[in-house]
């Protein structure tokens, strides 16, 4: 059987293989396993197979390393890309989903993906969306601002949405959370919170992944009205 690379035959990481996507790769099993708290150099070294001076050949500090490995978590939504051709609509929605997607399983992540972006898969997603907007017929002093607002509503509806469940979930699970946030909007005067107090069951058994897509559709819904009609891709 072939090697792993970066691995002895024993299974543990050799020192002598050691690089930031080695360390990267690492640092993200064990975000994943115990959160950004549980994450240390000390820990991430043991498992490793070296000592924490070797991790700074690499990488500044946790902070600088927290944040490649949440954009080594974006660039996994490439894997999902549409292909070339489809429609720039239908392009934008599944990027962004799969981007959604790529961050609810690494809920760590989610708040590290910050804008304007700088890190390489970052970038890469904002190209993406950027190109996706040029496909759509809207005027060309439109696309920035337009693939800039699509690519804040990704990052940043995902980061308000997984990153306070992560943390609810850590403490008291979600269900227990919005059972507990729900019991609180029972309490409200509905003379002052008319919409809140009658939505608690929506609360209680609402789906992220679905009120996310709900932004999302309506987005893209105003992107389409607003793009040329005649010249617009279909999707």
Do not use: C
């Amino acid at each position: 059987m072939p090697r792993t690379r970066g691995r002895a035959p024993d299974g543990k990481w050799r020192a002598d293989a050691l690089s930031r996507e080695i360390i990267v790769g690492a640092a993200i099993a064990l975000l994943d396993e115990l959160g950004e708290r549980g994450l240390t150099f000390r820990l991430l070294a043991k498992q490793l197979n070296t000592g924490p001076g070797a991790l700074y050949w690499h990488v500044t500090n946790k902070d600088e390393l927290v944040a490649l490995a949440a954009d080594e978590v974006l660039g996994h939504a490439f894997t999902a890309a549409p292909p070339p051709g489809e429609g720039a609509g239908a392009g934008l929605r599944a990027l962004a989903i799969a981007v959604f997607d790529a961050l609810d399983q690494h809920p760590w992540a989610a708040s590290h993906v910050n804008a304007p972006p700088t890190l390489a898969n970052a970038l890469r997603l904002l190209d993406r969306i950027g190109t996706l907007v040029a496909r759509t017929g809207l005027p060309a002093e439109r696309h920035f601002a337009v693939s800039t607002a699509i690519s804040y509503y990704i990052t940043g509806v995902s980061a308000q949405i997984i990153a306070p469940r992560a943390t609810a979930v850590a403490a008291t699970g979600r269900d227990a959370f919005l059972a507990q946030t729900a019991e609180h909007w029972e309490k409200l005067d509905p003379a002052d919170y008319p919409f809140l107090t009658r939505t608690t069951t929506d609360l209680r058994d609402h789906d992220d992944r679905d009120q996310f897509t709900t932004g999302l559709d309506l987005l893209l819904d105003g992107l389409n009205t607003t793009a040329s009609p005649r010249s617009k891709s279909p999707g």
